[in-house]
């Protein structure tokens, strides 16, 4: 599959997400982004993309749904913080600006897994995300 980082730090099966706690079912955003996002990742290491034997789920209506690390595959711009339990777009995230409407990819993470595969398609084709895309790959 074409991806759009030249290169790549190795991968790393994650099994241990270390201090955070996997197992609750509350989500918590504190207003300090840096500490909040601290395990994603910057322009030196790529995106962040641990795989896990098993993600945080989020109940949607009788549904338990989860993150799934098969999506890595689809978007070559996603990135996942375990301590938000929340997906984050890498490219935008790290080029973009905070009033660019795009939020949600940015600063607050997208955890509505069951309408993932439809935001991600349509997030992708934003001209916030394509714009952002341009300015990774002038730096790489």
């Known amino acids: 599959m074409f991806s759009i980082f030249k290169k790549r730090k190795p991968k790393a099966d994650i099994d241990d997400p270390g201090m955070v706690d996997i197992s609750t079912n509350s989500t918590t955003h504190t207003s300090d982004t840096t500490l909040d996002l601290a395990d994603l990742g910057n322009k030196d290491s790529g995106p962040c993309r641990p795989i896990l034997t098993e993600y945080k789920k989020i109940k949607f209506g009788t549904q338990q ?59 992708s084709s934003t001209s916030t995300h394509l714009t952002n895309l341009c300015y990774l790959n002038s730096c790489y």
């Open 65 to 123: 749904r989860s993150f799934r690390s098969q999506w890595y595959n689809e978007c070559d711009w996603l990135e996942y913080s375990v301590q938000r339990n929340a997906a984050f777009c890498f490219v935008c995230r790290t080029f973009g600006s905070e009033n660019s409407g795009e939020n949600i990819w940015i600063k607050s993470g997208f955890n509505n897994w069951q309408k993932f595969l439809v935001k991600s398609k349509k997030h």
